[in-house]
T-cell receptor, first 116, second 117 residues
Framework: GAVVSQHPSRVICKSGTSVKIECRSL??????MFWYRQFPKQSLMLMAT?????????EQGVEKDKFLINHASLTLSTLTVTSAHPEDSSFYIC????????????FGNGTRLTVT | AQKVTQAQTEISVVEKEDVTLDCVYE???????LFWYKQPPSGELVFLIR??????QNEISGRYSWNFQKSTSSFNFTITASQVVDSAVYFC??????????????FGAGTQVVVTP
């Protein structure tokens, strides 16, 4: 079945550095992907909607200059956390929908980011 | 605006007991999907069910069953004869079906299920 590959699964970085997370649809085209963030013991909150070939749409309160999203192809969306700080430590997870009406949703396995 | 409420923060049961997780939602949309996901400690989201707002039939899948009642905006989930492997956080979620928003999920707060032997 359709699979979404998300890398890396875990990353530790130093404060002030940038981290890139990839979300790739392996056997289907995904014009639209979604990025969520989950703090410990909390729910998943939508950060942004990634659209191939156009700018991402960010949810209220999410800094677009800090969380850069690039969706340059129909199978790949990337989330870059720029100038990471310890408060950015979280679980980031992407999902992708197939390009047909009411298609299934597919989630990546998530990335656990720790900023030291 | 959409809202999903899972009032139960944590439920602890002994193995073989049944456990019911409540989910109440709010939406102005007439067509929408409701979901349940399981999140084990490893973090990935495991898809359990997707239900269209037009389909109010209850569903059973093995030890899992779902009760969808549109009149009360509820989509409850029951695990029958619970097992230790059922220990996880369970999320209820909602998405409308407009072209732009389809797939954008509003999650509930989640319910931690702890099953002890």
């Amino acid at each position: 079945g359709a699979v979404v590959s998300q890398h890396p699964s875990r990353v530790i970085c130093k404060s002030g550095t940038s981290v890139k997370i990839e979300c790739r649809s392996l056997d289907f085209q995904a014009t639209t992907m979604f990025w969520y963030r989950q703090f410990p013991k909390q729910s998943l909150m939508l950060m942004a909607t990634s659209n191939e070939g156009s700018k991402a749409t960010y949810e209220q309160g999410v800094e677009k200059d800090k969380f850069l999203i690039n969706h340059a192809s129909l199978t790949l969306s990337t989330l870059t956390v720029t100038s990471a700080h310890p408060e950015d430590s979280s679980f980031y997870i992407c999902s992708a929908r197939e390009d047909r009406a009411r298609s299934p949703l597919h989630f990546g396995n998530g990335t656990r980011l720790t900023v030291t | 605006a959409q809202k999903v409420t899972q009032a139960q923060t944590e439920i602890s049961v002994v193995e073989k007991e049944d456990v019911t997780l409540d989910c109440v939602y709010e939406t102005r949309d007439t067509t929408y999907y409701l979901f349940w996901y399981k999140q084990p400690p490893s973090g990935e989201l495991v898809f359990l069910i997707r239900r269209n707002s037009f389909d109010e039939q209850n569903e059973i899948s093995g030890r899992y069953s779902w009760n969808f009642q549109k009149s009360t905006s509820s989509f409850n989930f029951t695990i029958t004869a619970s097992q230790v492997v059922d220990s996880a956080v369970y999320f209820c979620a909602l998405s409308d079906l407009t072209t732009d928003s389809w797939g954008k999920l509003q999650f509930g707060a989640g319910t931690q299920v702890v099953v002890t032997p």
